[in-house]
């Protein structure tokens, strides 16, 4: 009963403050401690069923880049499904997808044959902290093109898929082989997770190079302790690799989160070049330890030929508190072997990402950190000076992986989706009938005509224009006045002048009718039942508060009136 009314109270509090605010420097209390949910989601009249965070914008900045999409791949236990979302700058949909009711990772943009592809890892995550499944490129349509699968039989793991200039992809593989584990204080052979590098040729699905870490690696050189793994069915995770980048030479980068690791890797032998950070470190310190003491990271880029950079989680689920997580940029001197920080981003709030997480260098010189199991990501100026901050889900909820997201990440977009607007008659706030379309996945779309007809196999050119209005946001409304053809459609027009689609028709009276014989309560937008909700509990807490006050008042009244004479001496 306390925790319904503290959720009460925070609900109440946000009806004050209001819904999850876009406003820059703002913290909604409400938001921040689960008043709207574990998992606060956008909900759209025109298309009910979509799963959409709901933002809550904590700093912004005009020096942000605004040009560009957010990409996440929203799952978790508050969540319904796993997602694939692209949000544009004002954190408005552009596009969502759930993919075969499967897992969902590390949504890119990327590059194959002078086309760009949407691609994301889907499958089954819940295989030893990694997972087992293929990767998915969308065309501009968020059509099919290719599933790429792991060659020999293997299965694609979720860390990473990046697509080379010479058209191969890198993916990270994950294998169970027996190992001898004396060296790590059991005497006997027992189940060992090895991780692999794969080079794809996407035309023909077959490897053209394959690296084994524990061709490499010694399971004593992890600092990842072996409990109850090397057992039975339960293989021991030493190496945990999480990301690959090949550069101009043809070598490999590799990030290794239990060896608290970098390793740089021949292209053409496969052989160990240098190893950066944990117990085989063969680089020297130049910024007193702050450049190799990275622990558990996750997406190590080269940015330039001698700049490196790493999303450092610090910490672990088991370690949550030893340090704090923070994007590094770290220059590097392969011939010296010297390493020292150029830079470092630190989350205003302090986050401890525990698990996953990314670093993006943009293009305008900011750096996008996504902090994986917590619902954040933060956009910084390149010398560390925070931007931009936004959560899509609670803090209060932080650390629990009831909403996160492997990566985020900011790219440009163009999608053409072939499948037609939808469109939804429904009262608005007000109560007002109002006509909303939107169009799932539809970045062109310069603005919205609605139109009418009495006929409703009508032309094109048959259909009257009733109202027209700039596109903002995903979803748009039109006021419907009493006067109106029976049926209505939402033509999608782009800035050239162009008709792109168009909505079904909608067969307005018969609409009002079916709305009309169900409780009318019910088609009402969640935001504004929960706002009049709040504002009701509100009401309710004034008054208590104004009765508590008038009791007061009135025991802590003066007495000395009683012991005035009745009548003048």
């Known amino acids: 009963m306390m925790q319904s009314?503290?959720?009460?109270?925070?609900?109440?509090l946000g009806a004050v403050h209001g819904l999850p605010s876009k406003s820059s420097n703002s913290y909604d209390f409400g938001y921040e401690h689960d008043a709207y949910g574990r998992h606060?989601?956008?909900?759209?009249?025109?298309d009910a069923q979509l799963e959409v965070p709901k933002l809550d914008v904590l700093q912004s900045n005009q020096a942000c880049e605004s040009s560009l999409y957010t990409l996440m791949t929203p799952r978790g236990a508050a969540t319904r499904e796993a997602q694939a979302t692209i949000l544009d700058s004002n954190g408005d949909l552009i596009w969502t997808s759930s993919w075969r009711g499967q897992q969902l990772y590390n949504l890119m943009v990327q590059e194959y044959k002078g086309e760009k592809y949407l691609t994301f890892w889907a499958g089954n995550d819940a295989v030893g902290g990694h997972g087992a499944g293929t990767i998915i490129m969308l065309d501009q349509s968020y059509s099919l093109f290719k599933e790429v699968r792991a060659a020999y039989g293997l299965d694609a793991d979720l860390h990473d898929f990046r697509i080379t200039e010479s058209g191969t992809a890198l993916i990270t593989v994950y294998e169970i082989v027996q190992r001898?584990?004396?060296?790590?204080g059991k005497n006997h052979i027992g189940p060992v997770w090895d991780c692999l590098i794969q080079e794809i040729d996407l035309e023909t699905g077959l490897a053209v190079f394959q690296w084994r870490a524990l061709d490499h690696w010694k399971l004593a050189d992890s600092y990842r302790e072996i409990g109850g793994d090397g057992e039975g069915d339960r293989a021991y995770d030493f190496f945990h690799m999480n990301s690959i980048a090949k550069d101009e030479r043809g070598n490999y980068l590799t990030s290794s989160r239990y060896t608290h690791s970098l390793t740089y890797i021949n292209g053409t032998t496969g052989e160990v070049i240098w190893i950066l950070g944990g117990k085989r470190n063969m680089f020297r310190d130049l910024s007193d330890g702050t450049a190799t003491n990275f622990a558990y990271q996750h997406d190590a880029r080269w940015s330039g030929n001698d700049t490196i950079t790493i999303f450092d989680n610090g910490v672990d689920d088991v370690h949550r508190d030893i340090a704090d997580t923070r994007g590094l940029k770290l220059k590097i001197d392969e011939k010296r072997l010297t390493v020292s920080v150029e830079a470092e981003y630190f989350n205003p709030h302090k986050i401890h990402g525990i698990s996953q997480g990314s670093f993006q260098s943009l293009s305008n010189g900011n750096v996008l950190l996504g902090y994986g199991n917590s619902a954040a990501f933060t956009e910084f100026a390149s010398d560390g000076k925070v931007l931009c901050d936004t959560h899509f889900g609670p803090e209060s909820r932080f650390g629990t992986a009831e909403v996160q997201s492997y990566r985020v990440y900011k790219y440009e977009w163009h999608g053409w989706p072939k499948t037609t607007p939808v469109s939804a008659i429904r009262r608005n706030s007000?109560?007002?009938?109002?006509?909303?379309?939107?169009?799932?996945?539809?970045?062109?779309?310069?603005?919205?005509?609605?139109?009418?007809?009495?006929?409703v196999n009508a032309t094109d050119e048959d259909w009257k224009d009733l109202n027209r209005t700039r596109r903002v946001g995903f979803e748009t409304a039109f006021d419907l006045h009493k006067s109106f053809p029976q049926?209505?459609?939402?033509?999608?027009?782009?800035?050239?002048?162009?008709?792109?689609?168009a909505s079904a028709p909608l067969d307005v009276q018969a609409v009002e009718d079916e709305l009309d014989s169900t409780d009318d309560y019910t088609i009402m937008g969640n935001e504004a039942s929960m706002i009049q909700i709040a504002m009701g509990i509100g009401g309710l807490l004034l008054i208590g508060l104004l009765l508590r006050m008038a009791i007061m008042a009135w025991?802590?009244?003066?007495?000395?009136?009683?012991?005035l004479p009745t009548s003048p001496d």
Do not use: C
């Open 180 to 184: 001898d584990l004396t060296e790590i």
């Open 487 to 501: 049926y209505l459609r939402a033509v999608a027009v782009h800035s050239g002048g162009h008709m792109l689609s």
């Open 555 to 563: 025991n802590n009244r003066p007495r000395a009136y009683w012991r």
């Open 5 to 12: 009314s503290g959720a009460f109270f925070f609900i109440a």
């Open 40 to 46: 606060p989601l956008t909900v759209f009249k025109s």
């Open 430 to 455: 007000s109560r007002n009938w109002n006509f909303y379309v939107s169009w799932n996945g539809a970045t062109e779309v310069y603005k919205w005509v609605l139109q009418g007809s009495d006929n």
